[in-house]
């Protein structure tokens, strides 16, 4: 099975830290997104990137957060100076360009102590 | 902008019994509608989906029906199991955008009782 992959699973951090997560879409999906679901909503939109370049940003990304996916294969999330409030569940998702369905990986569970 | 609203949960029925979950959505366009469900400790699964106005998406015997004069998306299944027991959201992309991004729902949790 070659579906989307992510890494870690699970980070637990202190407060200040800096994070890093990882994802790796489906071979030949040159769309990705990345998304955020915090307890008891539905995930939202954070990013997407089309090959290697990002192409929209949503205002829940404050400049603490950067993305990038620089060979438009794999992609990392950087979380710098964690707040407690940025504990929620990551997401990523790929998807061919011409294609209406987003494939999604487990996610990366991060808790800010 | 364009947003999805669902059934609050929790939904707790019988085995057997009949299913149905409320979404309802808001776009300017036209845009592609989806089921996706989240099994307990699992990723999203894409359950169902419909792309225009009076398509059936169906799945594992869940239905919904594009219902553009409603705006609604509504999920039905005849006779639940077990293990249909997850976390179930309504979601939208709009296809004719750059991003496609899809915007969801704040998911309805489904329990079934043996």
């Known amino acids: 099975d070659t579906g989307v992959s992510q890494n870690p699973r699970h980070k637990i951090t202190k407060r200040g830290q800096n994070v890093t997560f990882r994802c790796d879409p489906i071979?030949?999906?040159?769309?990705l997104y990345w998304y955020r679901q915090t307890l008891g909503q539905g995930p939202e939109f954070l990013t997407y990137f089309q090959n290697e370049a990002q192409l929209e940003k949503s205002r829940l990304l404050s400049d603490r957060f950067s993305a990038e996916r620089p060979k438009g294969s794999f992609s990392t999330l950087e979380i710098q100076r964690t707040e407690q409030g940025d504990s929620a569940m990551y997401l990523c998702a790929s998807q061919t360009t011409s294609g209406r369905e987003q494939f999604f990986g487990p996610g990366t569970r991060l808790t800010v102590l | 902008g364009d947003s999805v609203t669902q059934m609050e949960g929790p939904v707790t029925l019988s085995e057997e019994a009949f299913l149905t979950i409320n979404c309802t959505y808001t776009a300017t366009g036209y845009p592609s509608l989806f089921w996706y469900v989240q099994y307990p400790g699992e990723g999203l699964q894409l359950l169902l989906k419909a792309t225009k106005a009076d398509d059936k998406g169906s799945n594992k015997g869940f239905e919904a029906t594009y219902r553009k004069e409603t705006t609604s998306f509504h999920l039905e299944k005849g006779s639940v199991q077990v293990s249909d027991s997850a976390v179930y959201f309504c979601a939208l992309s709009d296809p004719y955008s750059s991003a496609s991004k899809i915007i969801f729902g704040s998911g309805t949790r489904l329990s079934i009782r043996p």
């Open positions: 071979s030949e999906h040159n769309r």
